[in-house]
């Protein structure tokens, strides 16, 4: 089956720094990926929408200047939380979508962000 | 708002039949019910989608009711590795489609 890989898969940071998250599709080519933010004990919300080329869509309460997102390729997305505080600890998953199978989504295994 | 509504957990033996219901009163008629599953601190997994007609695969079956307002994923011989939160999700299916996780039932399969 289709993979997506994510790196790193946890990173920890000092409050005020930013850190990249990588999403990747190893073995199709992703036209959308979708990353997600999982709290404890919580379900899995989506915060944006990504297509290659093109800028990405943020849910709504989600800031679009605090969470970039570059989809700069067919196999890669990337997601920086700038300015990272406590609360942006969470669980960062992401999702990749092939232009072949367009009703199954493939998710990355996820990054573990701790801010202290 | 969620579209569907879920048990918020199930047990099931192992070796069982588990049957995780999900009701989506409100799906319309282009709407899709997929299934995904997250075993604990990874990503969700696909697992089965449908329209309106009972599906199998590999991993579970999917039976829809004839008014499409109820399903239930059917895993035929559970074991512990199917220990995780399901969700049924409702959607449109097509190019970059967004899905719209509930809060799922955490099946727990005992020995």
């Known amino acids: 089956g289709a993979v997506v890989s994510q790196h790193p898969s946890w990173v920890i940071c000092k409050s005020g720094t930013s850190v990249k998250i990588e999403c990747r599709s190893l073995?199709?080519?992703?036209?959308?990926m979708f990353w997600y933010r999982q709290f404890p004990k919580q379900s899995l919300m989506l915060m944006a929408t990504s297509n290659e080329g093109s800028k990405a869509t943020y849910e709504q309460g989600v800031e679009k200047d605090k969470f970039l997102i570059n989809h700069a390729s067919l196999t890669l997305s990337t997601l920086t939380v700038t300015s990272a505080h406590p609360e942006d600890s969470s669980f960062y998953i992401c999702?990749?979508?092939?232009?072949?199978?367009?009703?199954?989504?493939?998710f990355g295994p996820g990054t573990r962000l701790t801010v202290t | 708002d969620a579209k569907t509504t879920q048990p918020p957990s199930m047990d099931c033996a192992e070796g069982r039949a588990a049957n995780l219901p999900c009701n989506h009163s409100t799906i319309s008629g282009n709407e899709y019910v997929y299934w995904y599953r997250q075993i604990h601190s990874q990503g969700p997994q696909y697992i089965i989608h449908?329209?309106?007609n009972n599906e199998t695969n590999e991993m579970a079956s999917l039976i829809i009711t004839e008014d499409r307002k109820s399903s239930t994923l059917i895993l035929p011989h559970a074991t512990l590795r199917d220990t995780a939160v399901y969700y049924c999700?409702?959607?449109?299916?097509?190019?970059?489609?967004?899905?719209?996780f509930g809060t799922g039932t955490q099946l727990k399969v005992e020995l």
């Open positions: 999702s990749a979508q092939s232009s072949g199978r367009v009703y199954e989504q493939y």
């Open positions: 073995d199709f080519q992703a036209t959308t």
């Open positions: 999700i409702v959607e449109l299916t097509g190019g970059g489609n967004k899905l719209t």
């Open positions: 449908g329209l309106k």
